[in-house]
């Protein structure tokens, strides 16, 4: 009852820590963090029997906690409406073992903006206590007498004002950034409209409030539970929010709660690493319920590696694992078993391929400050060292391709046909590092022009100086090449750059660095005949010589690219070389 009127049907589980417990273990919940409903703030009344009210449900929330074998935590209440008395009761609380603040989304006529809660959120987080805004006393009641609207439509809306309110008083640029702050009921309205808020902040400066940055800056400073009941709610919630930032709220046990705690991220399409983290990584660490090691802790004997904190960097989270593994999508179905090997292998590829366009801009970069200052070495021994590690990289690729060949053919026939036109023919990364050493064919660029992105970067490096124009216009400035004449045929081009080669090395004194650099190039070209060779014979083994996925005729057509070279004047002047 609130006052005379009746209010809620409530049942055991509010008050029964057992009955609490079986209904955790039937949703498959670990921990629960219980706070008083909100309408017991008593944010109306004389701040002493708020406190009274505060003190009261906040002991006895401890006291249902103590009976919870562990899997119970608690939010306390304070009276708000006093921001000292709410100060010190969050304090006696926070000693006293609760994790956080339940607060309501306004203090009469006072939103979150208000001085007097910003002090008393900027004391949370001096705390370090975590807090809940739960929406109450809702607006409008007179407009929304029945129907429930004041839940349906009343709570959103209020959730909304509450964070605008925060965002554009610029609360948050003055609050600390280790302020823990959530809002319930997947923020209400707020991510929904978050496109009109940015709208008008950029385009009507009476909206644009006191804080210093647009909107949607602040999406990091606080987070929302999933209470949101529908499943395109749920993912544009994350989509919104970031998958960091979105956490289970159930509103157990109440009419308008989940009915299975945690289906609706259960059953989502997210994938399984979001889903962990809604489950229970981000409100870990919104928490702190992990409690990291203490000082020594295990460690006596300096063999126990620490154990992250919640919210630190890991491994894991470092190198992004779960994503990493969450992309292997075979199309088989029922899967294949060597598909997974298939995807795995390419994907490796193009994981070093991407390195070795990495590694070969920095050379590129390097050459060309050698170019600009020849008296200096430092860069030419750079480049020379950024080339061994291209030739390792691709020594290893020329390797990979026995892995693969572990697949009977009869197994790739099993699935081929799901790859359709797709074939490696189309790789991009493969294709930028042609072009990017100096093997440019502007044909090649109409395969991608379905893929945008790609053609766009395929077109800047068909139009940027490559690595073998920067390595010939670097023995230029060094006055080891004459720029070429007017009128010059590319015939003779050619030869006075191998003749600015051979010279070179027959002055191996004065000119080792510049060698070193020529032996990398010329391994680097050697090896990437290799790989095609080692491609051609795999395809032979797998396919015979059956035409490509891609429609080339298979293997008779990439014997032809075997006499491509990157650098074939290194290779000239290993002829003009005399005894
Ligand atoms: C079952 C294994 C494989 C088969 C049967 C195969 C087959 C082929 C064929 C037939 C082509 C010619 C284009 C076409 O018509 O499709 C091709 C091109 C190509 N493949 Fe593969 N391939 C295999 C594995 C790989 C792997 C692991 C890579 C690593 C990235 C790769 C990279 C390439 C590249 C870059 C080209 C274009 C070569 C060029 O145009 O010079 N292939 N492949």
Redesign the pocket.
């Known amino acids: 009852m609130v006052g005379d009127r009746f209010f809620r049907h409530i049942d055991s589980a509010c008050w029964d820590p057992d009955v609490r417990l079986r209904e955790m273990d039937r949703d498959g919940i670990d921990v629960q963090v219980i706070s008083a409903t909100p309408v017991l703030f008593a944010y109306e009344r004389l701040v002493e029997h708020a406190l009274d009210c505060a003190q009261l449900f906040n002991d006895a929330a401890l006291e249902l906690c103590s009976r919870g074998k562990g899997r119970l935590k608690s939010f306390c209440q304070v009276p708000l409406q006093d921001v000292d008395a709410a100060c010190k009761e969050l304090t006696r609380c926070m000693k006293a073992g609760h994790l956080g603040v339940q607060i309501g989304n306004h203090v009469d006529n006072r939103n979150l903006d208000d001085p007097g809660v910003v002090t008393f959120l900027q004391h949370c987080a001096d705390e370090n206590a975590a807090v809940l805004v739960h929406p109450w006393d809702m607006f409008g009641h007179e407009r929304m007498p029945k129907y429930m609207m004041p839940w349906t439509v009343g709570m959103p809306a209020e959730t909304q004002l509450s964070v605008v309110a925060l965002i554009l008083s610029g609360a948050f640029d003055r609050l600390p950034s280790a302020l823990r702050i959530c809002f319930a009921h997947g923020g209400g309205s707020f991510a929904f409209l978050l496109g009109r808020l940015e709208n008008a902040w950029h385009h009507h400066p009476v909206a644009h409030g006191d804080c210093q940055h647009p909107p949607s800056y602040y999406l990091n400073r606080f987070c929302t539970d999933s209470a949101v009941f529908d499943q395109r709610t749920l993912q544009f919630l994350v989509a919104t929010m970031g998958t960091d930032r979105v956490m289970l709220g159930s509103d157990y046990p109440f009419p308008l709660g989940e009915e299975r705690v945690g289906s609706l991220i259960r059953q989502s399409n997210l994938p399984q690493h979001t889903k962990v983290k809604l489950l229970s990584g981000n409100a870990a660490r919104f928490l702190k319920l992990e409690a990291g090691p203490q000082p020594g802790e295990g460690r006596e004997s300096g063999t126990a590696p620490l154990a992250p904190e919640p919210g630190q960097r890991t491994y894991s989270s470092y190198l992004k694992v779960p994503e990493l593994l969450d992309l292997q999508q075979p199309q088989s179905s029922p899967p294949h078993h060597d598909e997974l090997l298939f995807i795995l292998?390419?994907q490796t590829?193009e994981l070093w391929f991407k390195e070795l366009l990495h590694d070969l801009d920095a050379v590129v970069a390097n050459l060309r400050k050698a170019g600009a200052a020849p008296e200096s070495h430092d860069k030419v021994y750079e480049a020379a060292r950024l080339l061994r590690r291209c030739t390792e990289i691709t020594r290893v690729l020329v390797e990979q391709f026995t892995i693969?060949e572990t697949m009977l053919p009869t197994h790739?026939l099993a699935f081929r046909g799901l790859l359709e036109p797709a074939?490696?023919?189309q790789?991009e990364q493969?294709r930028e590092i042609e072009f990017l050493c100096g093997l440019k064919d502007e044909k090649m660029l109409r395969y991608h022009r379905p893929t945008p992105e790609a053609y766009a970067s395929l077109k800047r490096r068909l139009e940027e100086p490559s690595l073998h124009d920067v390595f010939f216009v670097a023995l230029q400035s060094m006055g080891m090449l004459a720029p070429a004449a007017d009128g010059t045929t590319e015939r003779e081009r050619f030869e006075a750059r191998a003749q600015a080669v051979h010279a070179l090395y027959k002055d191996e004194h004065h000119h080792r660095d510049w060698i070193d650099v020529c032996e990398r190039l010329t391994e680097f070209d050697e090896l990437v005949v290799s790989w095609r060779l080692r491609?051609i014979q795999?395809?032979e083994r797998?396919?015979g010589i059956r035409?490509?996925?891609?429609?080339?005729a298979?293997a008779s057509?990439?014997k032809l690219?075997l006499d491509k070279k990157f650098f074939p004047e290194l290779w000239e002047a290993r002829t003009l070389l005399t005894e």
């Open positions: 292998v390419h590829y693969l790739f074939s490696g023919f790789s493969f491609h795999l395809v797998i396919i035409m490509g996925t891609g429609g080339s298979g057509y990439l690219t």
